[in-house]
Nanobody, 114 residues
Framework: QVQLVESGGGLVQTGGSLRLSCAAS????????MAWYRQAPGKQRELVAA???????NYADSVKGRFTISRDNAKNTVYLQMNSLKPEDTAVYIC????????WGQGTQVTVSS
């Protein structure tokens, strides 16, 4: 059983930055993957970025060069630094933790205004 608590969402202007955090607690495996997904109204949920416990990362093409995923294994926390935000980044951002199964956070709203 893993619980995820997200924070850092909000409203920013185009070109601004936000830093999302997701803290995992409970039965954390030493080998795991943490990721950020997002879902906008009328759109399919998509993977934004993922990072393994060993530090390997993957990014959606749409965010490469703008977003950076990182983690603090001692805190079981994953971060998403989002720079140069665009209106199309507006979505609910959802944290996922995966070991043998997947656990999802509640989501945090990111709104980018023009």
């Amino acid at each position: 059983q893993v619980q995820l608590v997200e924070s850092g969402g909000g409203l920013v202007q185009t070109g601004g930055s936000l830093r999302l955090s997701c803290a995992a607690s409970g039965s954390i495996s030493s080998i795991n993957v943490m990721a950020w997904y997002r879902q906008a109204p009328g759109k399919q949920r998509e993977l934004v970025a993922a990072i393994t416990s060993g530090g390997r990362t993957n990014y959606a093409d749409s965010v490469k060069g703008r977003f950076t995923i990182s983690r603090d294994n001692a805190k079981n926390t994953v971060y998403l630094q989002m720079n140069s935000l665009k209106p199309e980044d507006t979505a609910v951002y959802i944290c996922k933790y995966s070991d043998f199964v997947h656990y999802w956070g509640q989501g945090t709203q990111v709104t980018v205004s023009s």
